[in-house]
């Protein structure tokens, strides 16, 4: 089945600096990568997605590329402030509408002000 | 309101003792799915549900029962919790699968 390594497991940023977090998936299959958000405490919200038939996705301050060769796919982002800090995890899926959903095993990031 | 509904929020049971985590989604999604989340370990599939009377194993199904007799409902049942099973558990629904879930409030269940 499918396998998502996510990097970092940590990281910590100056408010204002850009962050940037990396999953890698196994299967070649997979074609569609979302990205979770969770506060603490709270549940995860999705915050972007992608398709393998689009390289690049952006939102206002936040960005997700994908390299279908290389399998991987990264969030960015930009400007970051205080709410900015969570738990994100990126996830893949054989295929758009398909309920197999594997997560990738997430990323603090902590904006310092 | 557009929500997942998950009771109860918190739960402490011992082990042996069979117990249900219920499910209610009022989107009139017909994907329903529901993970575990650990430390360390991300969230991981437990069952899904593609509509009434589909469901299917995700990564971690061990220990684990399902069942949608009615498209709002998908609960979770645990018919003798041992404590490697406590966790936080979610619940979640999409109107196409795995596309835009809405995520419950969770439910942290302790099994002592």
């Known amino acids: 089945g499918e396998n998502v390594e996510q990097h970092p497991s940590t990281l910590s940023v100056q408010e204002g600096d850009s962050a940037v977090i990396k999953c890698t998936y196994s299967?070649?299959?997979?074609?569609?990568f979302p990205w979770y958000k969770q506060e603490l405490g709270k549940r995860p919200q999705l915050i972007i997605d992608?398709?393998?038939?689009?390289g690049e996705k952006k939102d206002q301050r936040i960005a997700v590329t994908l390299n279908k060769t290389a399998k991987h796919f990264s969030l960015h982002i930009t400007e970051t402030q205080p709410e900015d800090s969570a738990v994100y995890f990126c996830?893949?899926?054989?295929?758009?509408?398909?309920?197999?959903?594997?997560f990738g095993t997430g990323t603090r990031l902590t904006i310092i002000p | 309101e557009a929500q997942v509904t998950q009771n109860p929020r918190y739960l402490i049971t011992v082990t042996g003792k069979k117990l249900t985590v219920t499910c209610s989604q009022n989107?009139?999604?017909?994907?329903m799915s529901w993970y575990r989340q650990d430390p360390g370990l991300g969230l991981r599939q437990i069952y899904y549900?593609?509509?009434?009377?589909?469901?299917d194993k995700g990564d971690v199904p061990e220990g684990y029962k399902v069942s949608r007799k009615e498209k709002r409902n998908f609960p979770l049942i645990l018919e003798s919790p041992s404590p490697n099973q406590t966790s936080l558990y979610f619940c979640?629904?999409?109107?196409?699968?795995?596309?835009?879930?809405?995520f419950g409030s969770g439910t942290r269940l302790t099994v002592v």
């Open positions: 979640a629904s999409s109107l196409v699968g795995g596309y835009g879930y809405t």
């Open positions: 299967d070649s299959a997979s074609n569609y």
């Open positions: 992608i398709r393998s038939n689009v």
């Open positions: 996830a893949a899926s054989y295929d758009f509408g398909n309920e197999k959903l594997t």
């Open positions: 989107m009139n999604h017909e994907y």
């Open positions: 549900s593609m509509n009434v009377e589909v469901t």
